[in-house]
C-alpha cells in the first residue's frame, strides 16, 4: 500500500488562511488578501515599520504622563513650536526643531499636502516638537517642509 502526500500550501502568517505566498521583503507568507491590506492601494506607499518606530515613540515620550515626585519639582513640558528663526538668505520666518538624531532642522510654517511634497523632503513634528522624516505616506495626508528645501535664495 502506497500513501500519497499532498503537498501543504503555506499559510498566512496574519490570517492563517491556506494557499499563501512566500514575501522574501517581509521574511513570511502571506495571502493575497494580506498582501494588498498591507500597502493598499497601488497609489499608496508601502510603510516601512523603522518609518513610524522614531514618529510613534516621540508621540509616546510626549503623551506620557509624568509620575508625581514629591522631592522633584515638575519641569514644563517642551513646547511642540521651536523657537522662531529668520532665514538670512530670503529673509522668511521658520521655527527650529530638533530631530530624532539630535540635528536641528528649521521647518516651514503650516502643513502642505503629502501630494505635492517629493520623497525625502516630508516632514512631520511630533507631540513633543520633535522633527521626524517620512519616508512613506498616505496621499491625502499633511506634512511639513523644511525651510531649507524651498529656500527662495538658495
Known amino acids: 500500500m502506497t500513501t500519497t502526500t499532498m503537498p501543504v500550501s503555506p499559510v498566512c502568517a496574519a ?9 522574501a521583503a517581509l521574511g513570511m507568507s502571506l495571502c493575497a488578501a494580506c498582501t494588498t491590506a498591507a500597502t493598499g492601494t497601488p497609489d499608496r506607499d508601502p510603510v516601512r515599520l523603522g518609518d513610524i518606530l522614531p514618529v510613534t ?23 511642540r513650536t521651536g523657537s522662531l528663526m529668520t532665514c538670512r538668505f530670503c529673509g522668511a520666518q521658520a521655527r527650529w526643531h530638533r530631530t530624532v538624531h539630535g540635528r ?20 512631520y513634528v511630533a507631540g513633543d516638537g520633535t522633527a521626524v522624516q517620512l519616508r512613506g505616506a498616505v496621499p491625502s495626508g499633511t506634512c511639513r517642509v523644511s525651510h531649507f528645501s524651498v529656500c527662495t535664495a538658495r
Not at 490570517?15 to 514575501?23: K, L, R
Not at 515613540?57 to 506620557?64: D, E, H, N, P, Q
Not at 536641528?104 to 516632514?123: H, L, S, Y
Open 57 to 79: 515613540a516621540a508621540t509616546l515620550r510626549a503623551s506620557a504622563p509624568a509620575a508625581p515626585r514629591a522631592s522633584i519639582p515638575a519641569q514644563p513640558r517642551p513646547s
Open 104 to 123: 536641528w532642522v528649521a521647518m516651514e510654517p503650516g502643513e502642505r499636502p503629502v501630494a505635492g511634497v517629493p520623497r525625502g523632503e516630508r516632514w
Open 15 to 23: 490570517c492563517e488562511t491556506p494557499g499563501a505566498e512566500w514575501s
